[in-house]
């Protein structure tokens, strides 16, 4: 079985920073896309960001564009989503996920539904 666990919410004021790990553990994954994304109260889920298994291609939802940078350390596993020049509206709960496809397409990147595995989610919340 494979389980996705995020780590690193927590309360952050306007215009700071803040990271986000995701873990991973079960069987091993071949070449899969890691994505993020996040829900706030009351809206539809929504694409943060993407990264392909080489860590060469990433994807950025356009509201986070410019603050926040996706990465990831196949030797060790996670993949972290570093947030920067934070926003109220950027609280939301944050979502990891695994695309096993293994095939990197931009537009595919965006689309929650091609991820297969998903984590609990960690909430983020920023103040103003």
């Known amino acids: 079985q494979v389980q996705l666990v995020e780590s690193g919410g927590g309360l952050v004021q306007a215009g700071g920073s803040h990271g986000l790990s995701c873990a991973v553990s079960?069987?091993?994954?071949?070449?899969?896309?890691m994505g993020w994304f996040r829900q706030a109260p009351g809206k539809e889920r929504e694409f943060v960001a993407a990264i392909s298994w080489s860590g060469s291609s990433t994807s950025y939802g356009d509201s986070v564009k410019g603050r926040f940078t996706i990465s990831r350390n196949n030797a060790k596993n996670p993949v972290y989503l570093q947030m920067d020049s934070l926003k109220p509206e950027d609280t939301a709960v944050y979502y990891c996920?695994?695309?096993?496809?293994?095939?990197?397409?931009?537009?595919?990147?965006?689309?929650?539904?091609?991820?297969?595995?998903w984590g609990q989610g960690t909430q983020v919340t920023v103040s103003s």
């Open positions: 996920a695994a695309d096993l496809s293994g095939f990197w397409n931009p537009v595919r990147a965006r689309t929650a539904k091609e991820y297969v595995y």
């Open positions: 079960g069987r091993s994954f071949s070449t899969p896309v």
